[in-house]
């Protein structure tokens, strides 16, 4: 008996390993209680969650973008554009990776914190007991992770003949964090599940809506130009 009270307890995870372990619980164990307690977490902070997302982001679009700087590469050869200069541009499209992957996982960042704002004010209106820190946490808890496999999988995807397959388990994937997302809003606030699926979905649909009739209007503006700009790329025979 006292060597049992004299054995002494390992101390809980801290740093990355307990990031692991949230991130694990997260999607391998998903259920109220598993997100109501994430969300209790002493550190459940919104600075925290903004990091999570910022790395999980990065690692994301640094690969995706070496991934499509390639396939471009391969398209462009296939259709005879500027093949003189590929063989130079695979230290450019690395550059273009190495810079252009802060950038995205900044806008990544910006966008998880306006969107998480905007589904926990709609949850307090459905009267959810949660705060946006605790929301923030628990959800990047999912995205996170999320980031970090969708990359592999991207590199996955480019691999000739069955990479459509590795498509095919992205999308999968994408529903099932949806559906983890939606789980965790309910958990942290405490609220039934028609509430939570429309704190999570409206928010989701307006900037979806925004982003289509944005991209309508650029393409109204360019539209005129691109046969232009298609014909002067064109090879003459």
Do not use: H
Request: include cysteine; hydrophobic fraction near 55%.
């Amino acid at each position: 008996m006292n060597e049992q009270m004299n054995t002494p307890m390992l101390p809980p995870p801290s740093g990355f390993s307990e990031w692991l372990s949230i991130w694990r619980d997260a999607l391998t164990k998903p259920s109220e209680q598993t997100f109501s307690r994430i969300a209790l977490s002493p550190n459940a902070k919104i600075t925290t969650a903004l990091l999570w997302v910022f790395l999980g982001s990065l690692i994301n679009f640094f690969l995706a973008s070496l991934v499509q700087g390639q396939l471009m590469r391969q398209m462009m050869q296939n259709s005879n554009f500027g093949v003189e200069g590929l063989p130079q541009s695979t230290g450019g499209g690395l550059l273009t990776a190495i810079c252009g992957a802060p950038v995205g996982a900044v806008i990544s960042v910006v966008v998880f914190a306006l969107v998480t704002g905007i589904v926990q004010l709609i949850a307090k209106m459905f009267g959810g007991r949660g705060t946006f820190d605790q929301v923030a946490y628990a959800l990047a808890a999912i995205v996170a992770p999320f980031y970090i496999v969708s990359s592999l999988l991207t590199l996955l995807s480019a691999i000739p003949y069955v990479g459509a397959c590795f498509g095919i388990i992205g999308l999968l994937a994408g529903l099932y964090v949806l559906a983890l997302e939606v789980m965790a809003v309910k958990g942290v606030n405490q609220f039934g599940w028609g509430q939570a699926i429309a704190s999570l979905l409206l928010p989701l649909f307006v900037f979806g809506c925004c982003i289509a009739v944005g991209a309508f209007a650029l393409v109204q503006a360019i539209g005129p130009n691109m046969s232009d700009i298609f014909n002067a790329l064109t090879p003459v025979p």
